[in-house]
C-alpha cells in the first residue's frame, strides 16, 4: 500500500528533506516529490482531515484520467509539423506538436507518420501522367 500519509506528515510536520523520507518510507525520493505534487495540486495540506481515509486521500490524488473520445482530441497543425520535420536535424524521437487547445504528443510513429503521408497527398497533388 501507498505510504501518502506518512510521506505529507514527515514533510510538512517534520520538515525532512525528499531523500530522507524516502530512506524513512523505503520508497524512492522521485516518488515522494510525485506525492507532495500531487497533494500540492489538489490542495491537500498538513495535518489531514480526521475523516479523510488512506482510500480516500488515495481516490484524491490519483484519480482516473478522463477520457475522451478521439473525435474530440486537440488536432495540430500538421502541415506546419510537416514543414518543422524538413529541418536539419530534427526527428520524430521527441518530438511534440502544439495545437491551438495545447499539447499533442504522438507517441506512435507508424501513426505519425500516416498521418503525414495523408497530409502530403491533400497538400502537394501527385502529377498526372499525360500520354
Given at each position: 500500500m501507498r505510504k501518502i500519509r506518512e510521506v505529507l506528515r514527515l514533510k510538512w510536520s517534520l520538515g525532512l528533506s525528499h531523500r530522507a523520507i524516502g530512506k524513512s518510507c523505503g520508497i524512492g525520493h522521485t516518488v515522494v516529490t510525485e506525492y507532495l505534487k500531487r497533494a500540492e495540486r489538489v490542495g491537500i495540506g498538513w495535518p489531514l482531515p480526521p475523516e479523510m481515509d488512506n482510500s480516500q486521500l488515495e481516490r484524491m490524488l490519483f484519480a482516473p484520467p478522463i477520457?475522451?473520445?478521439?473525435?474530440?482530441?486537440?488536432?495540430?497543425?500538421?502541415?506546419?509539423?510537416?514543414?518543422?520535420?524538413?529541418?536539419?536535424?530534427?526527428?520524430?524521437?521527441?518530438?511534440?506538436?502544439?495545437?491551438?487547445?495545447?499539447?499533442?504528443?504522438?507517441?506512435n510513429t507508424r501513426i505519425f507518420h500516416r498521418i503525414l503521408r495523408e497530409l502530403r497527398r491533400r497538400v502537394t497533388p501527385r502529377p498526372t501522367s499525360s500520354t
Open positions: 477520457s475522451m473520445p478521439s473525435s474530440e482530441r486537440p488536432q495540430p497543425d500538421w502541415a506546419k509539423a510537416h514543414t518543422e520535420l524538413k529541418g536539419k536535424g530534427v526527428s520524430l524521437f521527441d518530438y511534440r506538436i502544439t495545437s491551438n487547445r495545447g499539447p499533442f504528443r504522438v507517441s
